[in-house]
């Protein structure tokens, strides 16, 4: 079952703009996790947020987690083509991972 | 290796068919990750080890998957007389240990086609 919803489950933007997604979860969580991944290939890890933590950066991107609504946003600041991927948020709980169905992302040059 | 290795990359068979596939981690990584991505129903946790035992098994659908890992390395991943809802993209990951806060590793996948 999942456990995290994404939303939207698509975005369109244009270079340089920001992407915000957001994702909402049901159960406890132990950290909340961030993944991308390109057509045809595997998922890669972008950033892991704990449960005790509300905000977190890694260059440009940004991630806020509120345990209170059980929800997460994942922001891409200038975002650009490279970035076209699909987005899935992951929460972690007892070693595996449950993903949301994920976000697909496409930046128009 | 440097990163995760899965075979084989592109997997078809016929229904009825029994399939393995195959899992490399990277060295050194002592908890490995099964999960399938499929249309229908996402990414789900399939299997983790830790070492060679399997702590967490919930995920296997239906008994005909199994799962094992020898070594503490390589993991192979069976499904027996295949089906057609068994078509997925099967991933592997690796992480250092088990537990929160460890980052997975994961392959690039085996497309299985059951036909």
């Known amino acids: 079952s999942q456990q995290g919803e994404e939303d939207p489950q698509a975005l369109s933007i244009q270079e340089g703009e920001n992407a915000t997604m957001n994702c909402s979860y049901k159960t406890s969580i132990n950290n909340l996790q961030w993944y991308r991944q390109n057509s045809g290939r595997g998922l890669v890890h972008l950033i892991l947020i704990r449960s005790n933590e509300r905000e977190k950066h890694s260059g440009r991107l940004r991630v806020t987690l509120d345990t209170s609504k059980k929800s997460s946003s994942l922001l891409i600041t200038a975002s650009r083509a490279a970035d076209t991927a699909s987005y899935f948020c992951a929460t972690d709980a007892n070693s595996k991972l449950t993903f949301g169905k994920g976000i697909t992302l496409s930046v128009r040059p | 290796g440097a990163g995760v290795s899965q075979s084989p990359s592109n997997k078809v068979t016929e229904k009825g068919k029994d399939v393995e596939l195959r899992c490399d981690p990277i060295s050194g990584h002592t908890a490995l990750y099964w999960y399938r991505q499929s249309l229908g129903q996402g990414l789900e946790f399939l299997i983790y080890?830790?070492?060679?035992?399997?702590?967490?098994k919930s995920g296997l659908p239906s008994d005909r998957f199994s799962a094992e890992r020898t070594g503490g390395s390589v993991s192979t991943l069976t499904i027996q007389r295949t089906q057609q809802e068994d078509s997925a993209v099967y991933l592997c990951?690796?992480?250092?240990?088990?537990?929160?806060?460890?980052?997975?590793?994961f392959g690039p996948g085996t497309r299985l086609t059951v036909l």
């Open positions: 080890f830790q070492g060679n035992s399997a702590p967490d």
């Open positions: 990951a690796s992480s250092r240990t088990s537990g929160t806060l460890n980052e997975q590793f």
